[in-house]
Structure formats: C-alpha cells, structure tokens
C-alpha cells in the first residue's frame, strides 16, 4: 500500500504510542497489553528497555508521514516474534498488512513467530496474509481483559 513507510522508534513517537495504546477498544482486541494503560512512566520505561535492547527491532508505522503505530520483533518468549500495534483510528485500511508485509521483506529472521486472542479477527487476517500458519495454542493472562485469554501461537517460515 503506498504510503506507508517504517523507520526507527524516536522519542516523540514513543509518547504517540502511548496515546494509541490508551484507546479501550484496542486495549480489550489487543488483550495482552499493559496492566495499566494509564500509566505513563512504565510505558516510557519498558519502551527505554526495549530500545536499548539489542535483541529488539523496532520501527514506527507511518502512513502519509502520520505516526499510525509501531512493529517489532524481540525474543522475550525465547524465540523471535514479531508484534503489531495500529492506532484504532487506521483501523480497516490495510495499514497493518502493508507494514508488517514491509518488514518481512526487511528482516530475513525465519522462522518467526506471533501470537493473537483467538478473536482478534484483524490481527489473524494481517498474520495469514502475510504467510503466518497456526502452529498452536496457549492460554494466558491477558490485562486488556483482566482474565486469561486463549490465543493462537503462529509462526512464518518463508
């Protein structure tokens, strides 16, 4: 989709992240979020942690210059997965497949994996478009939601 670009993470998008991810809606479909979207020093912190993790790449989602999001790929979960996050207000208009069908093309990291709530119908569509499968499934403790989630393990092997 023309018009959407990645590039680093600065410290004014950092700040427009939290914005995006203080939105309810987003929060309760993304459901392994934060367990306070308030709270804007953890949010600052855990993105100074990130950002100075080596084993982190992050890129900002821009959409006709506008900060629309962020992508990246770390190894908290022991092996490399990659995370979407797109302001609700983008939502529906093929941001997030164009982005992360961007990444892929700039990362060769195989395989690669992701995860999303069983009825996070925008997040699987994204991944599947862009060649992920279901590998598997897992419960855990989702603090959009306050309760444990089922969620789907998904992994790219192109």
């Known amino acids: 989709m023309g018009g959407v670009e990645l590039r680093e993470v600065t410290a004014q998008d950092v700040l427009v992240f939290f914005e995006h991810q203080r939105d309810p809606v987003a929060a309760r479909m993304a459901a392994f979020t934060v367990g306070d979207p308030s709270d804007r020093a953890a949010f600052l912190v855990r993105w100074a942690r990130d950002l100075a993790d080596d084993r982190v790449v992050a890129r900002t989602v821009?959409?006709?210059?506008?900060?629309?999001?962020?992508?990246?790929?770390?190894?908290?979960?022991?092996?490399?997965?990659?995370?979407?996050?797109?302001?609700?207000?983008?939502?529906?208009?093929?941001?997030?497949?164009?982005?992360?069908a961007l990444y892929l093309d700039r990362d060769p990291t195989r395989p690669l994996y992701a995860r999303a709530a069983?009825?996070?119908?925008?997040?699987?569509?994204?991944?599947?478009?862009?060649?992920?499968?279901?590998?598997g499934e897992d419960v855990s403790f989702a603090a959009g939601r306050g309760r444990d989630v089922e969620r789907f393990v998904l992994r790219l092997d192109r």
Not at 66 to 86: D, K, Y
Not at 118 to 135: E, I, P, Q, T, W
């Open 62 to 100: 821009l959409f006709d210059g506008e900060v629309v999001g962020h992508l990246a790929r770390s190894a908290r979960s022991g092996r490399p997965e990659v995370t979407c996050w797109i302001d609700p207000a983008h939502w529906g208009r093929g941001l997030a497949t164009a982005a992360l």
């Open 118 to 135: 069983v009825d996070n119908v925008g997040s699987l569509r994204v991944l599947a478009k862009c060649g992920f499968v279901a590998v």
